[in-house]
């Protein structure tokens, strides 16, 4: 219990120092031209131990190909992770969580869905702003949200939410542009 709390403190203090280097300018991406597929792959890693000790079923919907995008593949694989560890968080022992990719000609999105709690109607418009939290409870301080926000806009992309409410699941989609076009960071 104690190594735990001690990885979750440690992930709150590094979640706080990136949005503080976020807001002053002093964050440096390293991005480079990665399949989207593997980032995925690491983020399911990275939060594989959260999804198995609820005893979630987690669905991974990957790309038959392409999907390539320009992007720091550490600050990618925390954005996902981050969005993951939220699902299993916030569902219900034995939930299910599904990760989706899918493509179209000049972007490529990554959907985290969860059979979970949900979010009222009234936190929609909010649950990305800091320190904003649902109030039932799940450990959250209004941190990785705002983080995550912050981290996909530096690469060039959107993050949305839906939910029909609450005990009716959330969905979060992350868009980014792929690599070769306009939009894309090289």
């Known amino acids: ?14 979640d706080l120092l990136d949005l503080s280097r976020i807001n002053s300018g002093k964050i440096e991406l390293r991005t480079e031209r990665l399949r989207l597929n593997d980032i995925v792959s690491q983020a399911v890693a990275l939060a594989q131990p959260s999804i198995e000790q ?32 939220n699902a299993a968080r916030y569902t219900e022992p034995g939930g299910v ?9 000049t972007h490529a999105r990554v959907t985290v869905r969860d059979s979970g709690r949900g979010i009222p109607p009234e ?5 990305f702003d800091m320190f904003v939290q649902e109030q039932s409870g799940g450990g959250g301080l209004g941190i990785g949200l705002s983080l995550v926000r912050s981290l996909v806009r530096l690469h060039g992309g ?9 005990n009716r699941g959330s969905a979060f989609t992350i868009e980014l542009p792929r690599a070769g076009t306009q ?4």
Not at 1 to 7: G, W
Not at 58 to 81: N, T, Y
Not at 97 to 105: S, V
Request: hydrophobic residues 40%.
């Open 1 to 14: 219990a104690i190594e735990r709390q001690t990885r979750h403190l440690t992930r709150l203090v590094d």
């Open 54 to 85: 609820r005893r979630h079923e987690l669905r991974v919907h990957l790309l038959e190909s392409g999907g390539e995008v320009v992007a720091d593949a550490v600050r990618l694989a925390q954005v996902l992770s981050n969005l993951l560890n």
């Open 97 to 105: 969580i599904e990760l989706t990719c899918a493509q179209d000609e």
């Open 123 to 127: 936190l929609l418009d909010k649950v």
């Open 158 to 166: 959107t993050v949305t939410v839906a939910s029909d409410g609450l």
């Open 183 to 186: 939009q894309s960071l090289q």
